[in-house]
């Protein structure tokens, strides 16, 4: 069973039953959410609203003391400021407005501002509980409006800190020395009330801040990372491209989740119910650029990857030590509900394949048809384990059916080609090829007849071959259709009927032998085995004039073989040559070899020339595919 996980921002425990704490941070680690870039027109309109805010906060003030300007004005002074600070704020206006790019150093000038203004107009005012406070809360509004927490708790904290800077200025004189100065320049007074800069009153106030501070701040920052999510959804399902295909889409979507939590590498797994079909693909990062490779799962697929759990997604941390792989883990149930002990044998079967020290799997479910899980290795979740599950598995719930959607069109398309092949062939032979057996046939009889001339007699014998040359090849290309459908359940059927086609065509004695042993091979493999293997009985009927020909599809030392013997006219070299040979010499069939190393398989040669020749591919077992 697996224990809690330890959380940065919260105590756990581990297996040894001690409590531990996370390093204090000043602050929080960087989420992905808050590196999600902000428009320069987002800046702008944000500038634009608060510089027009600023405003009409500042006319109002000047309105409130001038229709009432007792108790609150104890100087001239505070006209002057106000009067400053609306033209500040027009200023920004214009300068907003004419502008185009709002730096960040400008913000933080205005910004540094907005925090001074307060503090230097609370001395020109009775008390700091009148209506001139509300400028500090609009700076601290402004600070989370722009930023996050972080930001807004350090814009309270220096306003506090400028009340206390100037409260220690007025009890030490220093306000005496300012108004000597003024009264030297003929200058109007500062008549600051000690009595409102009391220490007491002071610390609630300066509370309050702090709290108000903290408040709007964690508002702000919850609300930035909901408007980050919701920009980050619509940025996966644009990456959604039924043109591109699943692979393309799948690849896109899962790159974008390895760079958001800077994870190392995801793995994909999903089951077909309908077919059954079981796939694997394994997605890295290569400059910037998201590559998905399939591999083979091999015959405990399912228990190494989709084995039953109660948990539909959960975060775990590999334990160092012991024989057996041991994790920290947090899972959370389909609904929602946070498990510190769960059944972790799909991760300790998953650590036996893939090596990692932290881990993120989600599992899915789209429709009946497809289900099956993602895996992020080695992500960087940051501060909150359940809020970082809770957004992936409501990622995998809204971009999940787009993603279903590209795999039914995938499969209508292939459908669709498949009859659409099925047709062509039908149509080739109830048309083409019955038409050349017929011309064939007239071209025989009247090649017998009597009162054809010996000359002539030979120029139709020529013209019969050519055409019954033309009706073998049609027939060829027929087959070459339809083993585009061909997957590891078909192939050994396949390759039964076209010996046993080659045989009727030509009269040559041809025979398959398979093991009794299932064949487990991913379907381009077969694909290709299936096209290798007509290829090899076409050249056996072209050029080698044999008499015999054994097709042969054997398990031996863990690998699956395709071999095809004949004892005709062999290849114009003697002896086994392996792939790297040929290659080397260019000898061999040309488009065998290619599509051997296509499919990554060995092709190795044995060419006894007048006596025979054998060709044969081999693939291990558990073969990674090159699925296109």
Known sequence: MASSERIPIERSRSVSGRWHWPPFRLRPRSLWRNRVPVGREDVRRVERWLATARVSLAIAALVAVWIDPEPEIRSIWAYALLAIYIGQGMAIIVLLRSSRETRASFRGVVHAADVVWPALICLCTSSQSNSFFLFFLFVIAAAAYRWGLFETVITSISAVWLLWLETWALWSGGMHIANAWFSRHHLPLVNANLEDFDPKRLLMRSVYLVVMGLLLGYLAEQQKKLRAERDERARMLGLVNMEAGLAASLSEVLGELLRLYRARRAVVVAREAAIPRFSVGTIEMHKSVAELQWVEPGPLGAETYLTSSEVSSCYARRLRGGTQPRFEAIGLNPSGTRLAEFDDSFLRNFAVRHEFDRLVAISFSLGPELEGRVFLLEPELGSSVEVELGFLENMVRQVGPAIYNVYLLRRLRKRAGALERSRL????????????????????????????????????????????????????????????????????????????????????????????????????????????????????????????????????????????????????????????????????PAIIRERVRLIQGQLTIESKPGRGARVEVSLPQPQAAAHG
């Open 425 to 588: 062939v039908r149509e080739l032979h109830d048309g083409a090829v019955q038409s050349l057996i017929g011309v064939e046939m007239q071209v025989d009889v009247l090649r017998r007849s009597s009162s054809v001339t010996q000359p002539l007699g030979g120029e139709l014998a020529r013209i019969q071959e050519l055409l019954r040359e033309e009706v073998l090849k049609l027939r060829d290309l027929m087959q070459q259709m339809k083993s585009s459908d061909v997957d590891a359940r078909r192939l050994p059927g396949f390759l039964r009927d076209a010996v046993q086609r080659f045989q009727r065509e030509t009269g040559i004695a041809a025979r398959f032998i398979m093991d009794d042993e299932e064949l487990v091979l991913p379907q381009p493999v077969c694909r290709e085995l299936a096209r290798i293997a007509q290829e090899a009985l076409v050249n056996v009927r072209k050029h080698s004039r044999a008499q015999e020909v054994l097709v042969q599809l054997v398990a031996a030392e863990g690998k699956w073989n395709l071999i095809i013997e004949d004892d005709g006219a062999g290849f114009p070299f003697a002896g086994r040559v392996s792939q790297a040979e040929l290659d080397s010499t260019n000898k061999g």
